[in-house]
């Protein structure tokens, strides 16, 4: 059975169980660490005031600082045991890693929820985990963003500890790579302006998908089942 497209087990009152708790665990402790990431972000990137005294007095920043590389780290490891689960759970749990591309039912299903999303059709598929268009959002934005932003974080968090560390062995390479540690740093900042926009298009399309498609989007990250409604 397709998860991608409207099938006629979808139907009104029918119940399935979409994500695993696996899945559901790493999901919120993305969304936990990428709203930390942010806001830490933003005042790495526009310091607070400076203010009199010695600064091991005030160790604001260094606190903020040390957050968001506490928080990129969970991030890196949440990431990985997504991967895992991604190899031993279910089919949903493997679409934000792998598209289709070659898949003539993925496509009739990303044209059908186009048509819906400019109005042509009333309701996008009904699908068990996600649609052809949010799936090709969540992997361009939570695999491949992510992997981005993880590279390019890490490859600065080297660069402070120091050439030597295991940070600096790993993932060094990302600074001559761009052309310098400023470069990474724009480049970095601008995929945190990247989420931004992709989070909140994520929490419209999933408001819309709950409301047009007459499916349980929310909560089906909570529980794990959804529910369709006629």
């Known amino acids: 059975m397709s998860t991608r497209l409207s099938v006629p087990d979808l139907a009104a009152g029918t119940t399935v169980y979409a994500y695993d708790g696996f899945v559901r665990l790493c999901h919120w402790v993305y969304v936990l660490c990428i ?11 526009s310091p607070l005031p400076s203010v009199d005294g010695e600064a091991s007095d005030h160790f ?7 957050t968001h590389f506490t928080a990129g780290q969970i991030l890196g490891v949440a990431f990985l045991l997504r991967v895992y689960g991604a190899i031993v759970g279910n089919p949903q749990s493997r679409e934000v ?3 289709p591309v070659f898949d003539k039912n993925y496509w009739l299903g990303y044209w059908k929820v186009i048509r819906c999303y400019v109005f042509v059709d009333k309701h996008s598929p009904k699908t068990i985990g996600h649609n052809p268009l949010a799936q090709m959002f969540m992997f361009l934005f939570s695999t491949v ?6 590279l390019t974080g890490f490859a600065l968090f080297g660069e402070i500890r120091g050439q030597g560390s295991w940070f ?13 540690s400023q470069s990474v740093h724009s480049w970095h900042h601008l995929g945190m302006w990247a989420i931004i926009c992709f989070v909140v298009v994520h929490l419209y399309m999933i408001t819309r998908e709950e409301i047009m498609s007459r499916q349980s989007i929310y909560s089906s990250m909570i529980s794990g089942y959804r529910s369709y409604h006629d």
């Open 35 to 45: 709203f930390t990431l942010i806001l830490t972000g933003f005042l790495i990137a």
């Open 60 to 66: 604001v920043m260094g606190y903020i600082a040390f």
């Open 97 to 99: 890693f792998v598209l």
């Open 145 to 150: 963003l992510v992997v981005f932003q993880l």
């Open 168 to 180: 600096d062995h790993l993932f060094g390479w990302v600074i001559p790579l761009f052309g310098g």
